[in-house]
């Protein structure tokens, strides 16, 4: 009994921090332009409001998805998972991913500078998945930047033109050189 109470609670304590992890981004990004918009309302034009809004109004669809997500967690970690997958415009969702979060690289004065080839095929993906991933990416390049830096981003074909490739780039802190081998492990 006491080593099945010790696994759930390891499983428990697995679960709320998959679950903190995951909901952190959009969190930040709603945070940030409210914050933005509450205290510099007047300072915007319409557009620029409607353009905010329209980015709550996004990041908040995101987050009811998540939850969602997470409330089914056992079917998505399960191994025969079935991901809804499509064919999705790559050059968009990284384009959307970067205008979600200009705003919080603004508040360490860091440029986000989105690179993306022309004309690349459509990607075949989970494109809620996908989206999570490159905001992770973006959103801890702003993290881990010093202020007044710059963060490229850039979308192309690989080399043998088989596969479309999303590429971060920072000027941040790195990754040690003991730590590399251990950068697919879930959230180390």
Known sequence: NITKEAETDKLKSQFISNVSHELRTPVTVLRTYADTL???YSDFDEETKLEFLGTLNSEITRLHKMV????????????????????????????QAVLALEVLGAEKNIKINFNPQNELPLVTMNLDSID????????????????????????????????????????????????????FERFY
């Not at 079935?82 to 384009?95: A, P, R, T, Y």
């Not at 202020?147 to 971060?168: A, C, F, G, R, Y």
Request: aromatic share 2%; glycine share 4%.
């Open 38 to 40: 509450s205290c510099h």
């Open 68 to 95: 969602n997500d997470i409330l089914d967690l056992s079917r998505v970690e399960s191994p025969d998972a079935n991901l809804e997958m499509g064919k999705f415009d790559i050059i968009s969702v990284v384009k």
């Open 132 to 183: 999570r991933v490159i905001k992770n990416l973006i959103s801890n390049a702003i993290k881990y930047s010093p202020e007044n830096t710059q963060i490229d981003v850039d979308t192309h074909l690989t080399p043998d033109e088989k596969s479309v490739e999303v590429t971060v780039k920072d000027q941040g802190i790195g990754i040690e050189e003991k730590d590399l081998d251990k950068i």
